[in-house]
């Protein structure tokens, strides 16, 4: 593997329930017509939260509940467990499965790690989201069709790189993972124009891979 080779996720499992318990559509908090669920498993968590916020453009989705596995894909319950579980809800099975559609298609072709070392053990995740959708606004708390960037990497690797990224552009920070997440790496998302979110983007990068290449150099 090279520097900047991508690493691509796999989609592991998905399943849709066209008509959905009212039991279950209770414990999950839908509203009333949101009858049908599409359910996705994947072994790169942040690849398929930006994929499931993609569906959200895409279909008429909301997701209803995603969260990532303690300790990452290494240590899966199974192995269509993964990284995380995604549950989009549609108020039929046309818009789930077009839902799921778009998250899968994204996440197979956009939404990538990178290789920062070698050996392929250090990954990281530059993303540039042109226009957030539902799911990521609120998390970020913007409005819907905000440029985001989405930045991660392991702990001392991301909380430098943040910083590098907040000073390389006129971007603001709406959300920080402080280390350790449940999958032991370090993030935020951060808001401003796409350019910005670009620029912002690339300086998390560079500096990811200065760490990566230098791990003890601090003067």
Partial sequence: MAVLDPIKPTILAARLIPNVHPDFAEKLGLKPHQRSLALITCDIDDSLYVALDEATKKADVEVVYAHS?????????????????????????AEARAGLDAA??????????YAADEKGEIAFFPHTISRSGSYLSKEAGVPEGTPLAYLIAPPIEATYAIDAALK????????????????????ALLSGSQSACRAACSAFQDAVLDVARSPKKYT
């Fill in 168 to 187: 390389a552009a006129e971007v603001t920070m709406r959300l920080w993972w402080a280390p350790p997440s449940e999958t032991n790496f370090s993030g």
């Fill in 69 to 93: 596995f303690y300790a990452g894909s290494a240590h899966a319950s199974g192995p269509l467990s993964g990284e995380i579980i995604g549950i989009l809800a549609g108020p039929n099975p």
């Fill in 104 to 113: 899968v298609a994204y996440a197979e072709e956009k939404a990538w790690f």
